[in-house]
């Protein structure tokens, strides 16, 4: 009796302080993968207010908020499609395409405006993902294909960019890309709004967790019985709406559909996204962590201006720096929670 009493003992609690360390640094790690973007950004601007007087005045603020507000709308159907576990290349060409259908169609008012690069640019999205639910093809080499139809298609439009559609500026399109309120121009104010949106959706509804789902394991997402083609379908159509939409805005905003914006604008939109917390392979980021990767973004930029001495070409290369930092911190993060 007092051998198996012995062997019935409970042993020492050992475990229970690893257990409350790995609880711990998972928390840790976690909180630096979805908010490093934010403490960034702080300590940029802290820095280049005490380093350059007029980079903390309102109206630089204003002049950064209104550039990055055209990106980041691109960049949120992006973090959609990137939490999904997909890619889409072809929101830069698609952006382009929206500013110059926005511009053709500013003949008919605001409606035509607005109307047309929505319609053409989201069912260029939702080509992308029935391409890539059904026919179960590679996001990166659809949308590559993508990015080059709407580009020619954008040629095609312009005589191979000798036509320039221009936009009456007294016109409530005009106004809508030009126009202030608080401070604050349209774009900005409507970036906010799709942001705000986007919260709700990814955090708040049944497609934001499907979504999650699908990019951390579609074959599991498929087992729980969620609709994983129809969550792909709507995600690139959204993608391919907001870039047209964004592309709208802008072309109001310069009074014409310029040919040549958006050449390499889908990889400041990945590398916004990234930056802000994102998982490159899907299942895990924040709207908010891609809102703080743009304005990020928009800052480095306008410190370069700043400095003066440097070009706009040192943006890519700092961006670029950023990126693989961030990569390789995310990789590190990640293996660190696994194996606790």
């Not at 350059?52 to 691109?74: D, E, K, M």
């Not at 709507?234 to 993608?239: M, Q, V, W």
């Not at 990889?267 to 709207?287: K, N, P, R, Y």
Request: aromatic residues 6%; proline residues 2%.
């Amino acid at each position: 009796m007092s051998t198996t009493s012995t062997l019935a003992a409970p042993a020492p609690q050992r475990h229970e302080v690893p257990v409350e360390q790995s609880t711990r640094g998972e928390r840790i790690a976690g909180l630096l993968q979805r908010h490093g973007a934010l403490a960034v950004l702080g300590i940029v601007v802290v820095v280049a207010s005490i380093r350059f007087p007029s980079f903390g005045t309102v109206g630089n603020a204003q002049g950064v908020a209104i550039q990055s507000a055209f990106l980041a709308i691109v960049a949120l159907g992006m973090t959609f499609v990137i939490i999904g576990g997909g890619i889409d290349l072809s929101v830069g060409s698609v952006f382009a395409l929206g500013g110059v259908l926005a511009a053709y169609g500013s003949r008919w008012g605001m409606l035509g405006a607005l109307l047309l690069p929505l319609v053409v640019c989201g069912a260029i999205g939702l080509v992308n993902g029935l391409l890539i639910a059904r026919a179960r093809l590679a996001p990166f080499i659809v949308t590559l294909a993508s990015l080059l139809g709407a580009r020619g298609l954008l040629l095609a439009l312009t005589d191979e960019g000798a036509q320039t559609y221009l936009i009456d500026k007294t016109s409530a399109f005009a106004k809508l890309g030009q126009g202030t309120l608080l401070g604050l121009g349209y774009p900005v104010w409507l970036a906010l709004l799709a942001f705000a949106v986007g919260g709700l959706l990814l955090q708040r509804t049944r497609y934001g967790q499907a979504v999650f789902a699908v990019g951390g394991s579609e074959q599991a997402a498929a087992m729980m019985g969620l609709p994983v083609a129809r969550i792909k379908i709507i995600t690139y159509a959204a993608s391919g709406l907001l870039a047209g939409f964004a592309g709208a805005l802008n072309a109001a905003r310069l009074s014409s559909g310029v040919t040549i914006l958006g050449v390499g604008m889908e990889l400041d939109a990945i590398a916004a996204v990234v930056i802000g917390g994102t998982l490159l392979v899907g299942g895990a980021g924040s709207v908010s962590g891609t809102l703080c990767g743009v304005l990020l973004l928009g800052v480095i930029q306008n410190v370069i201006n700043q400095i003066g001495t440097l070009d706009s070409s040192y943006q890519s290369v700092v961006s670029g720096a950023f990126l693989i930092v961030v990569v390789v911190v995310q990789t590190y993060l990640s293996r660190s929670q696994r194996l606790r």
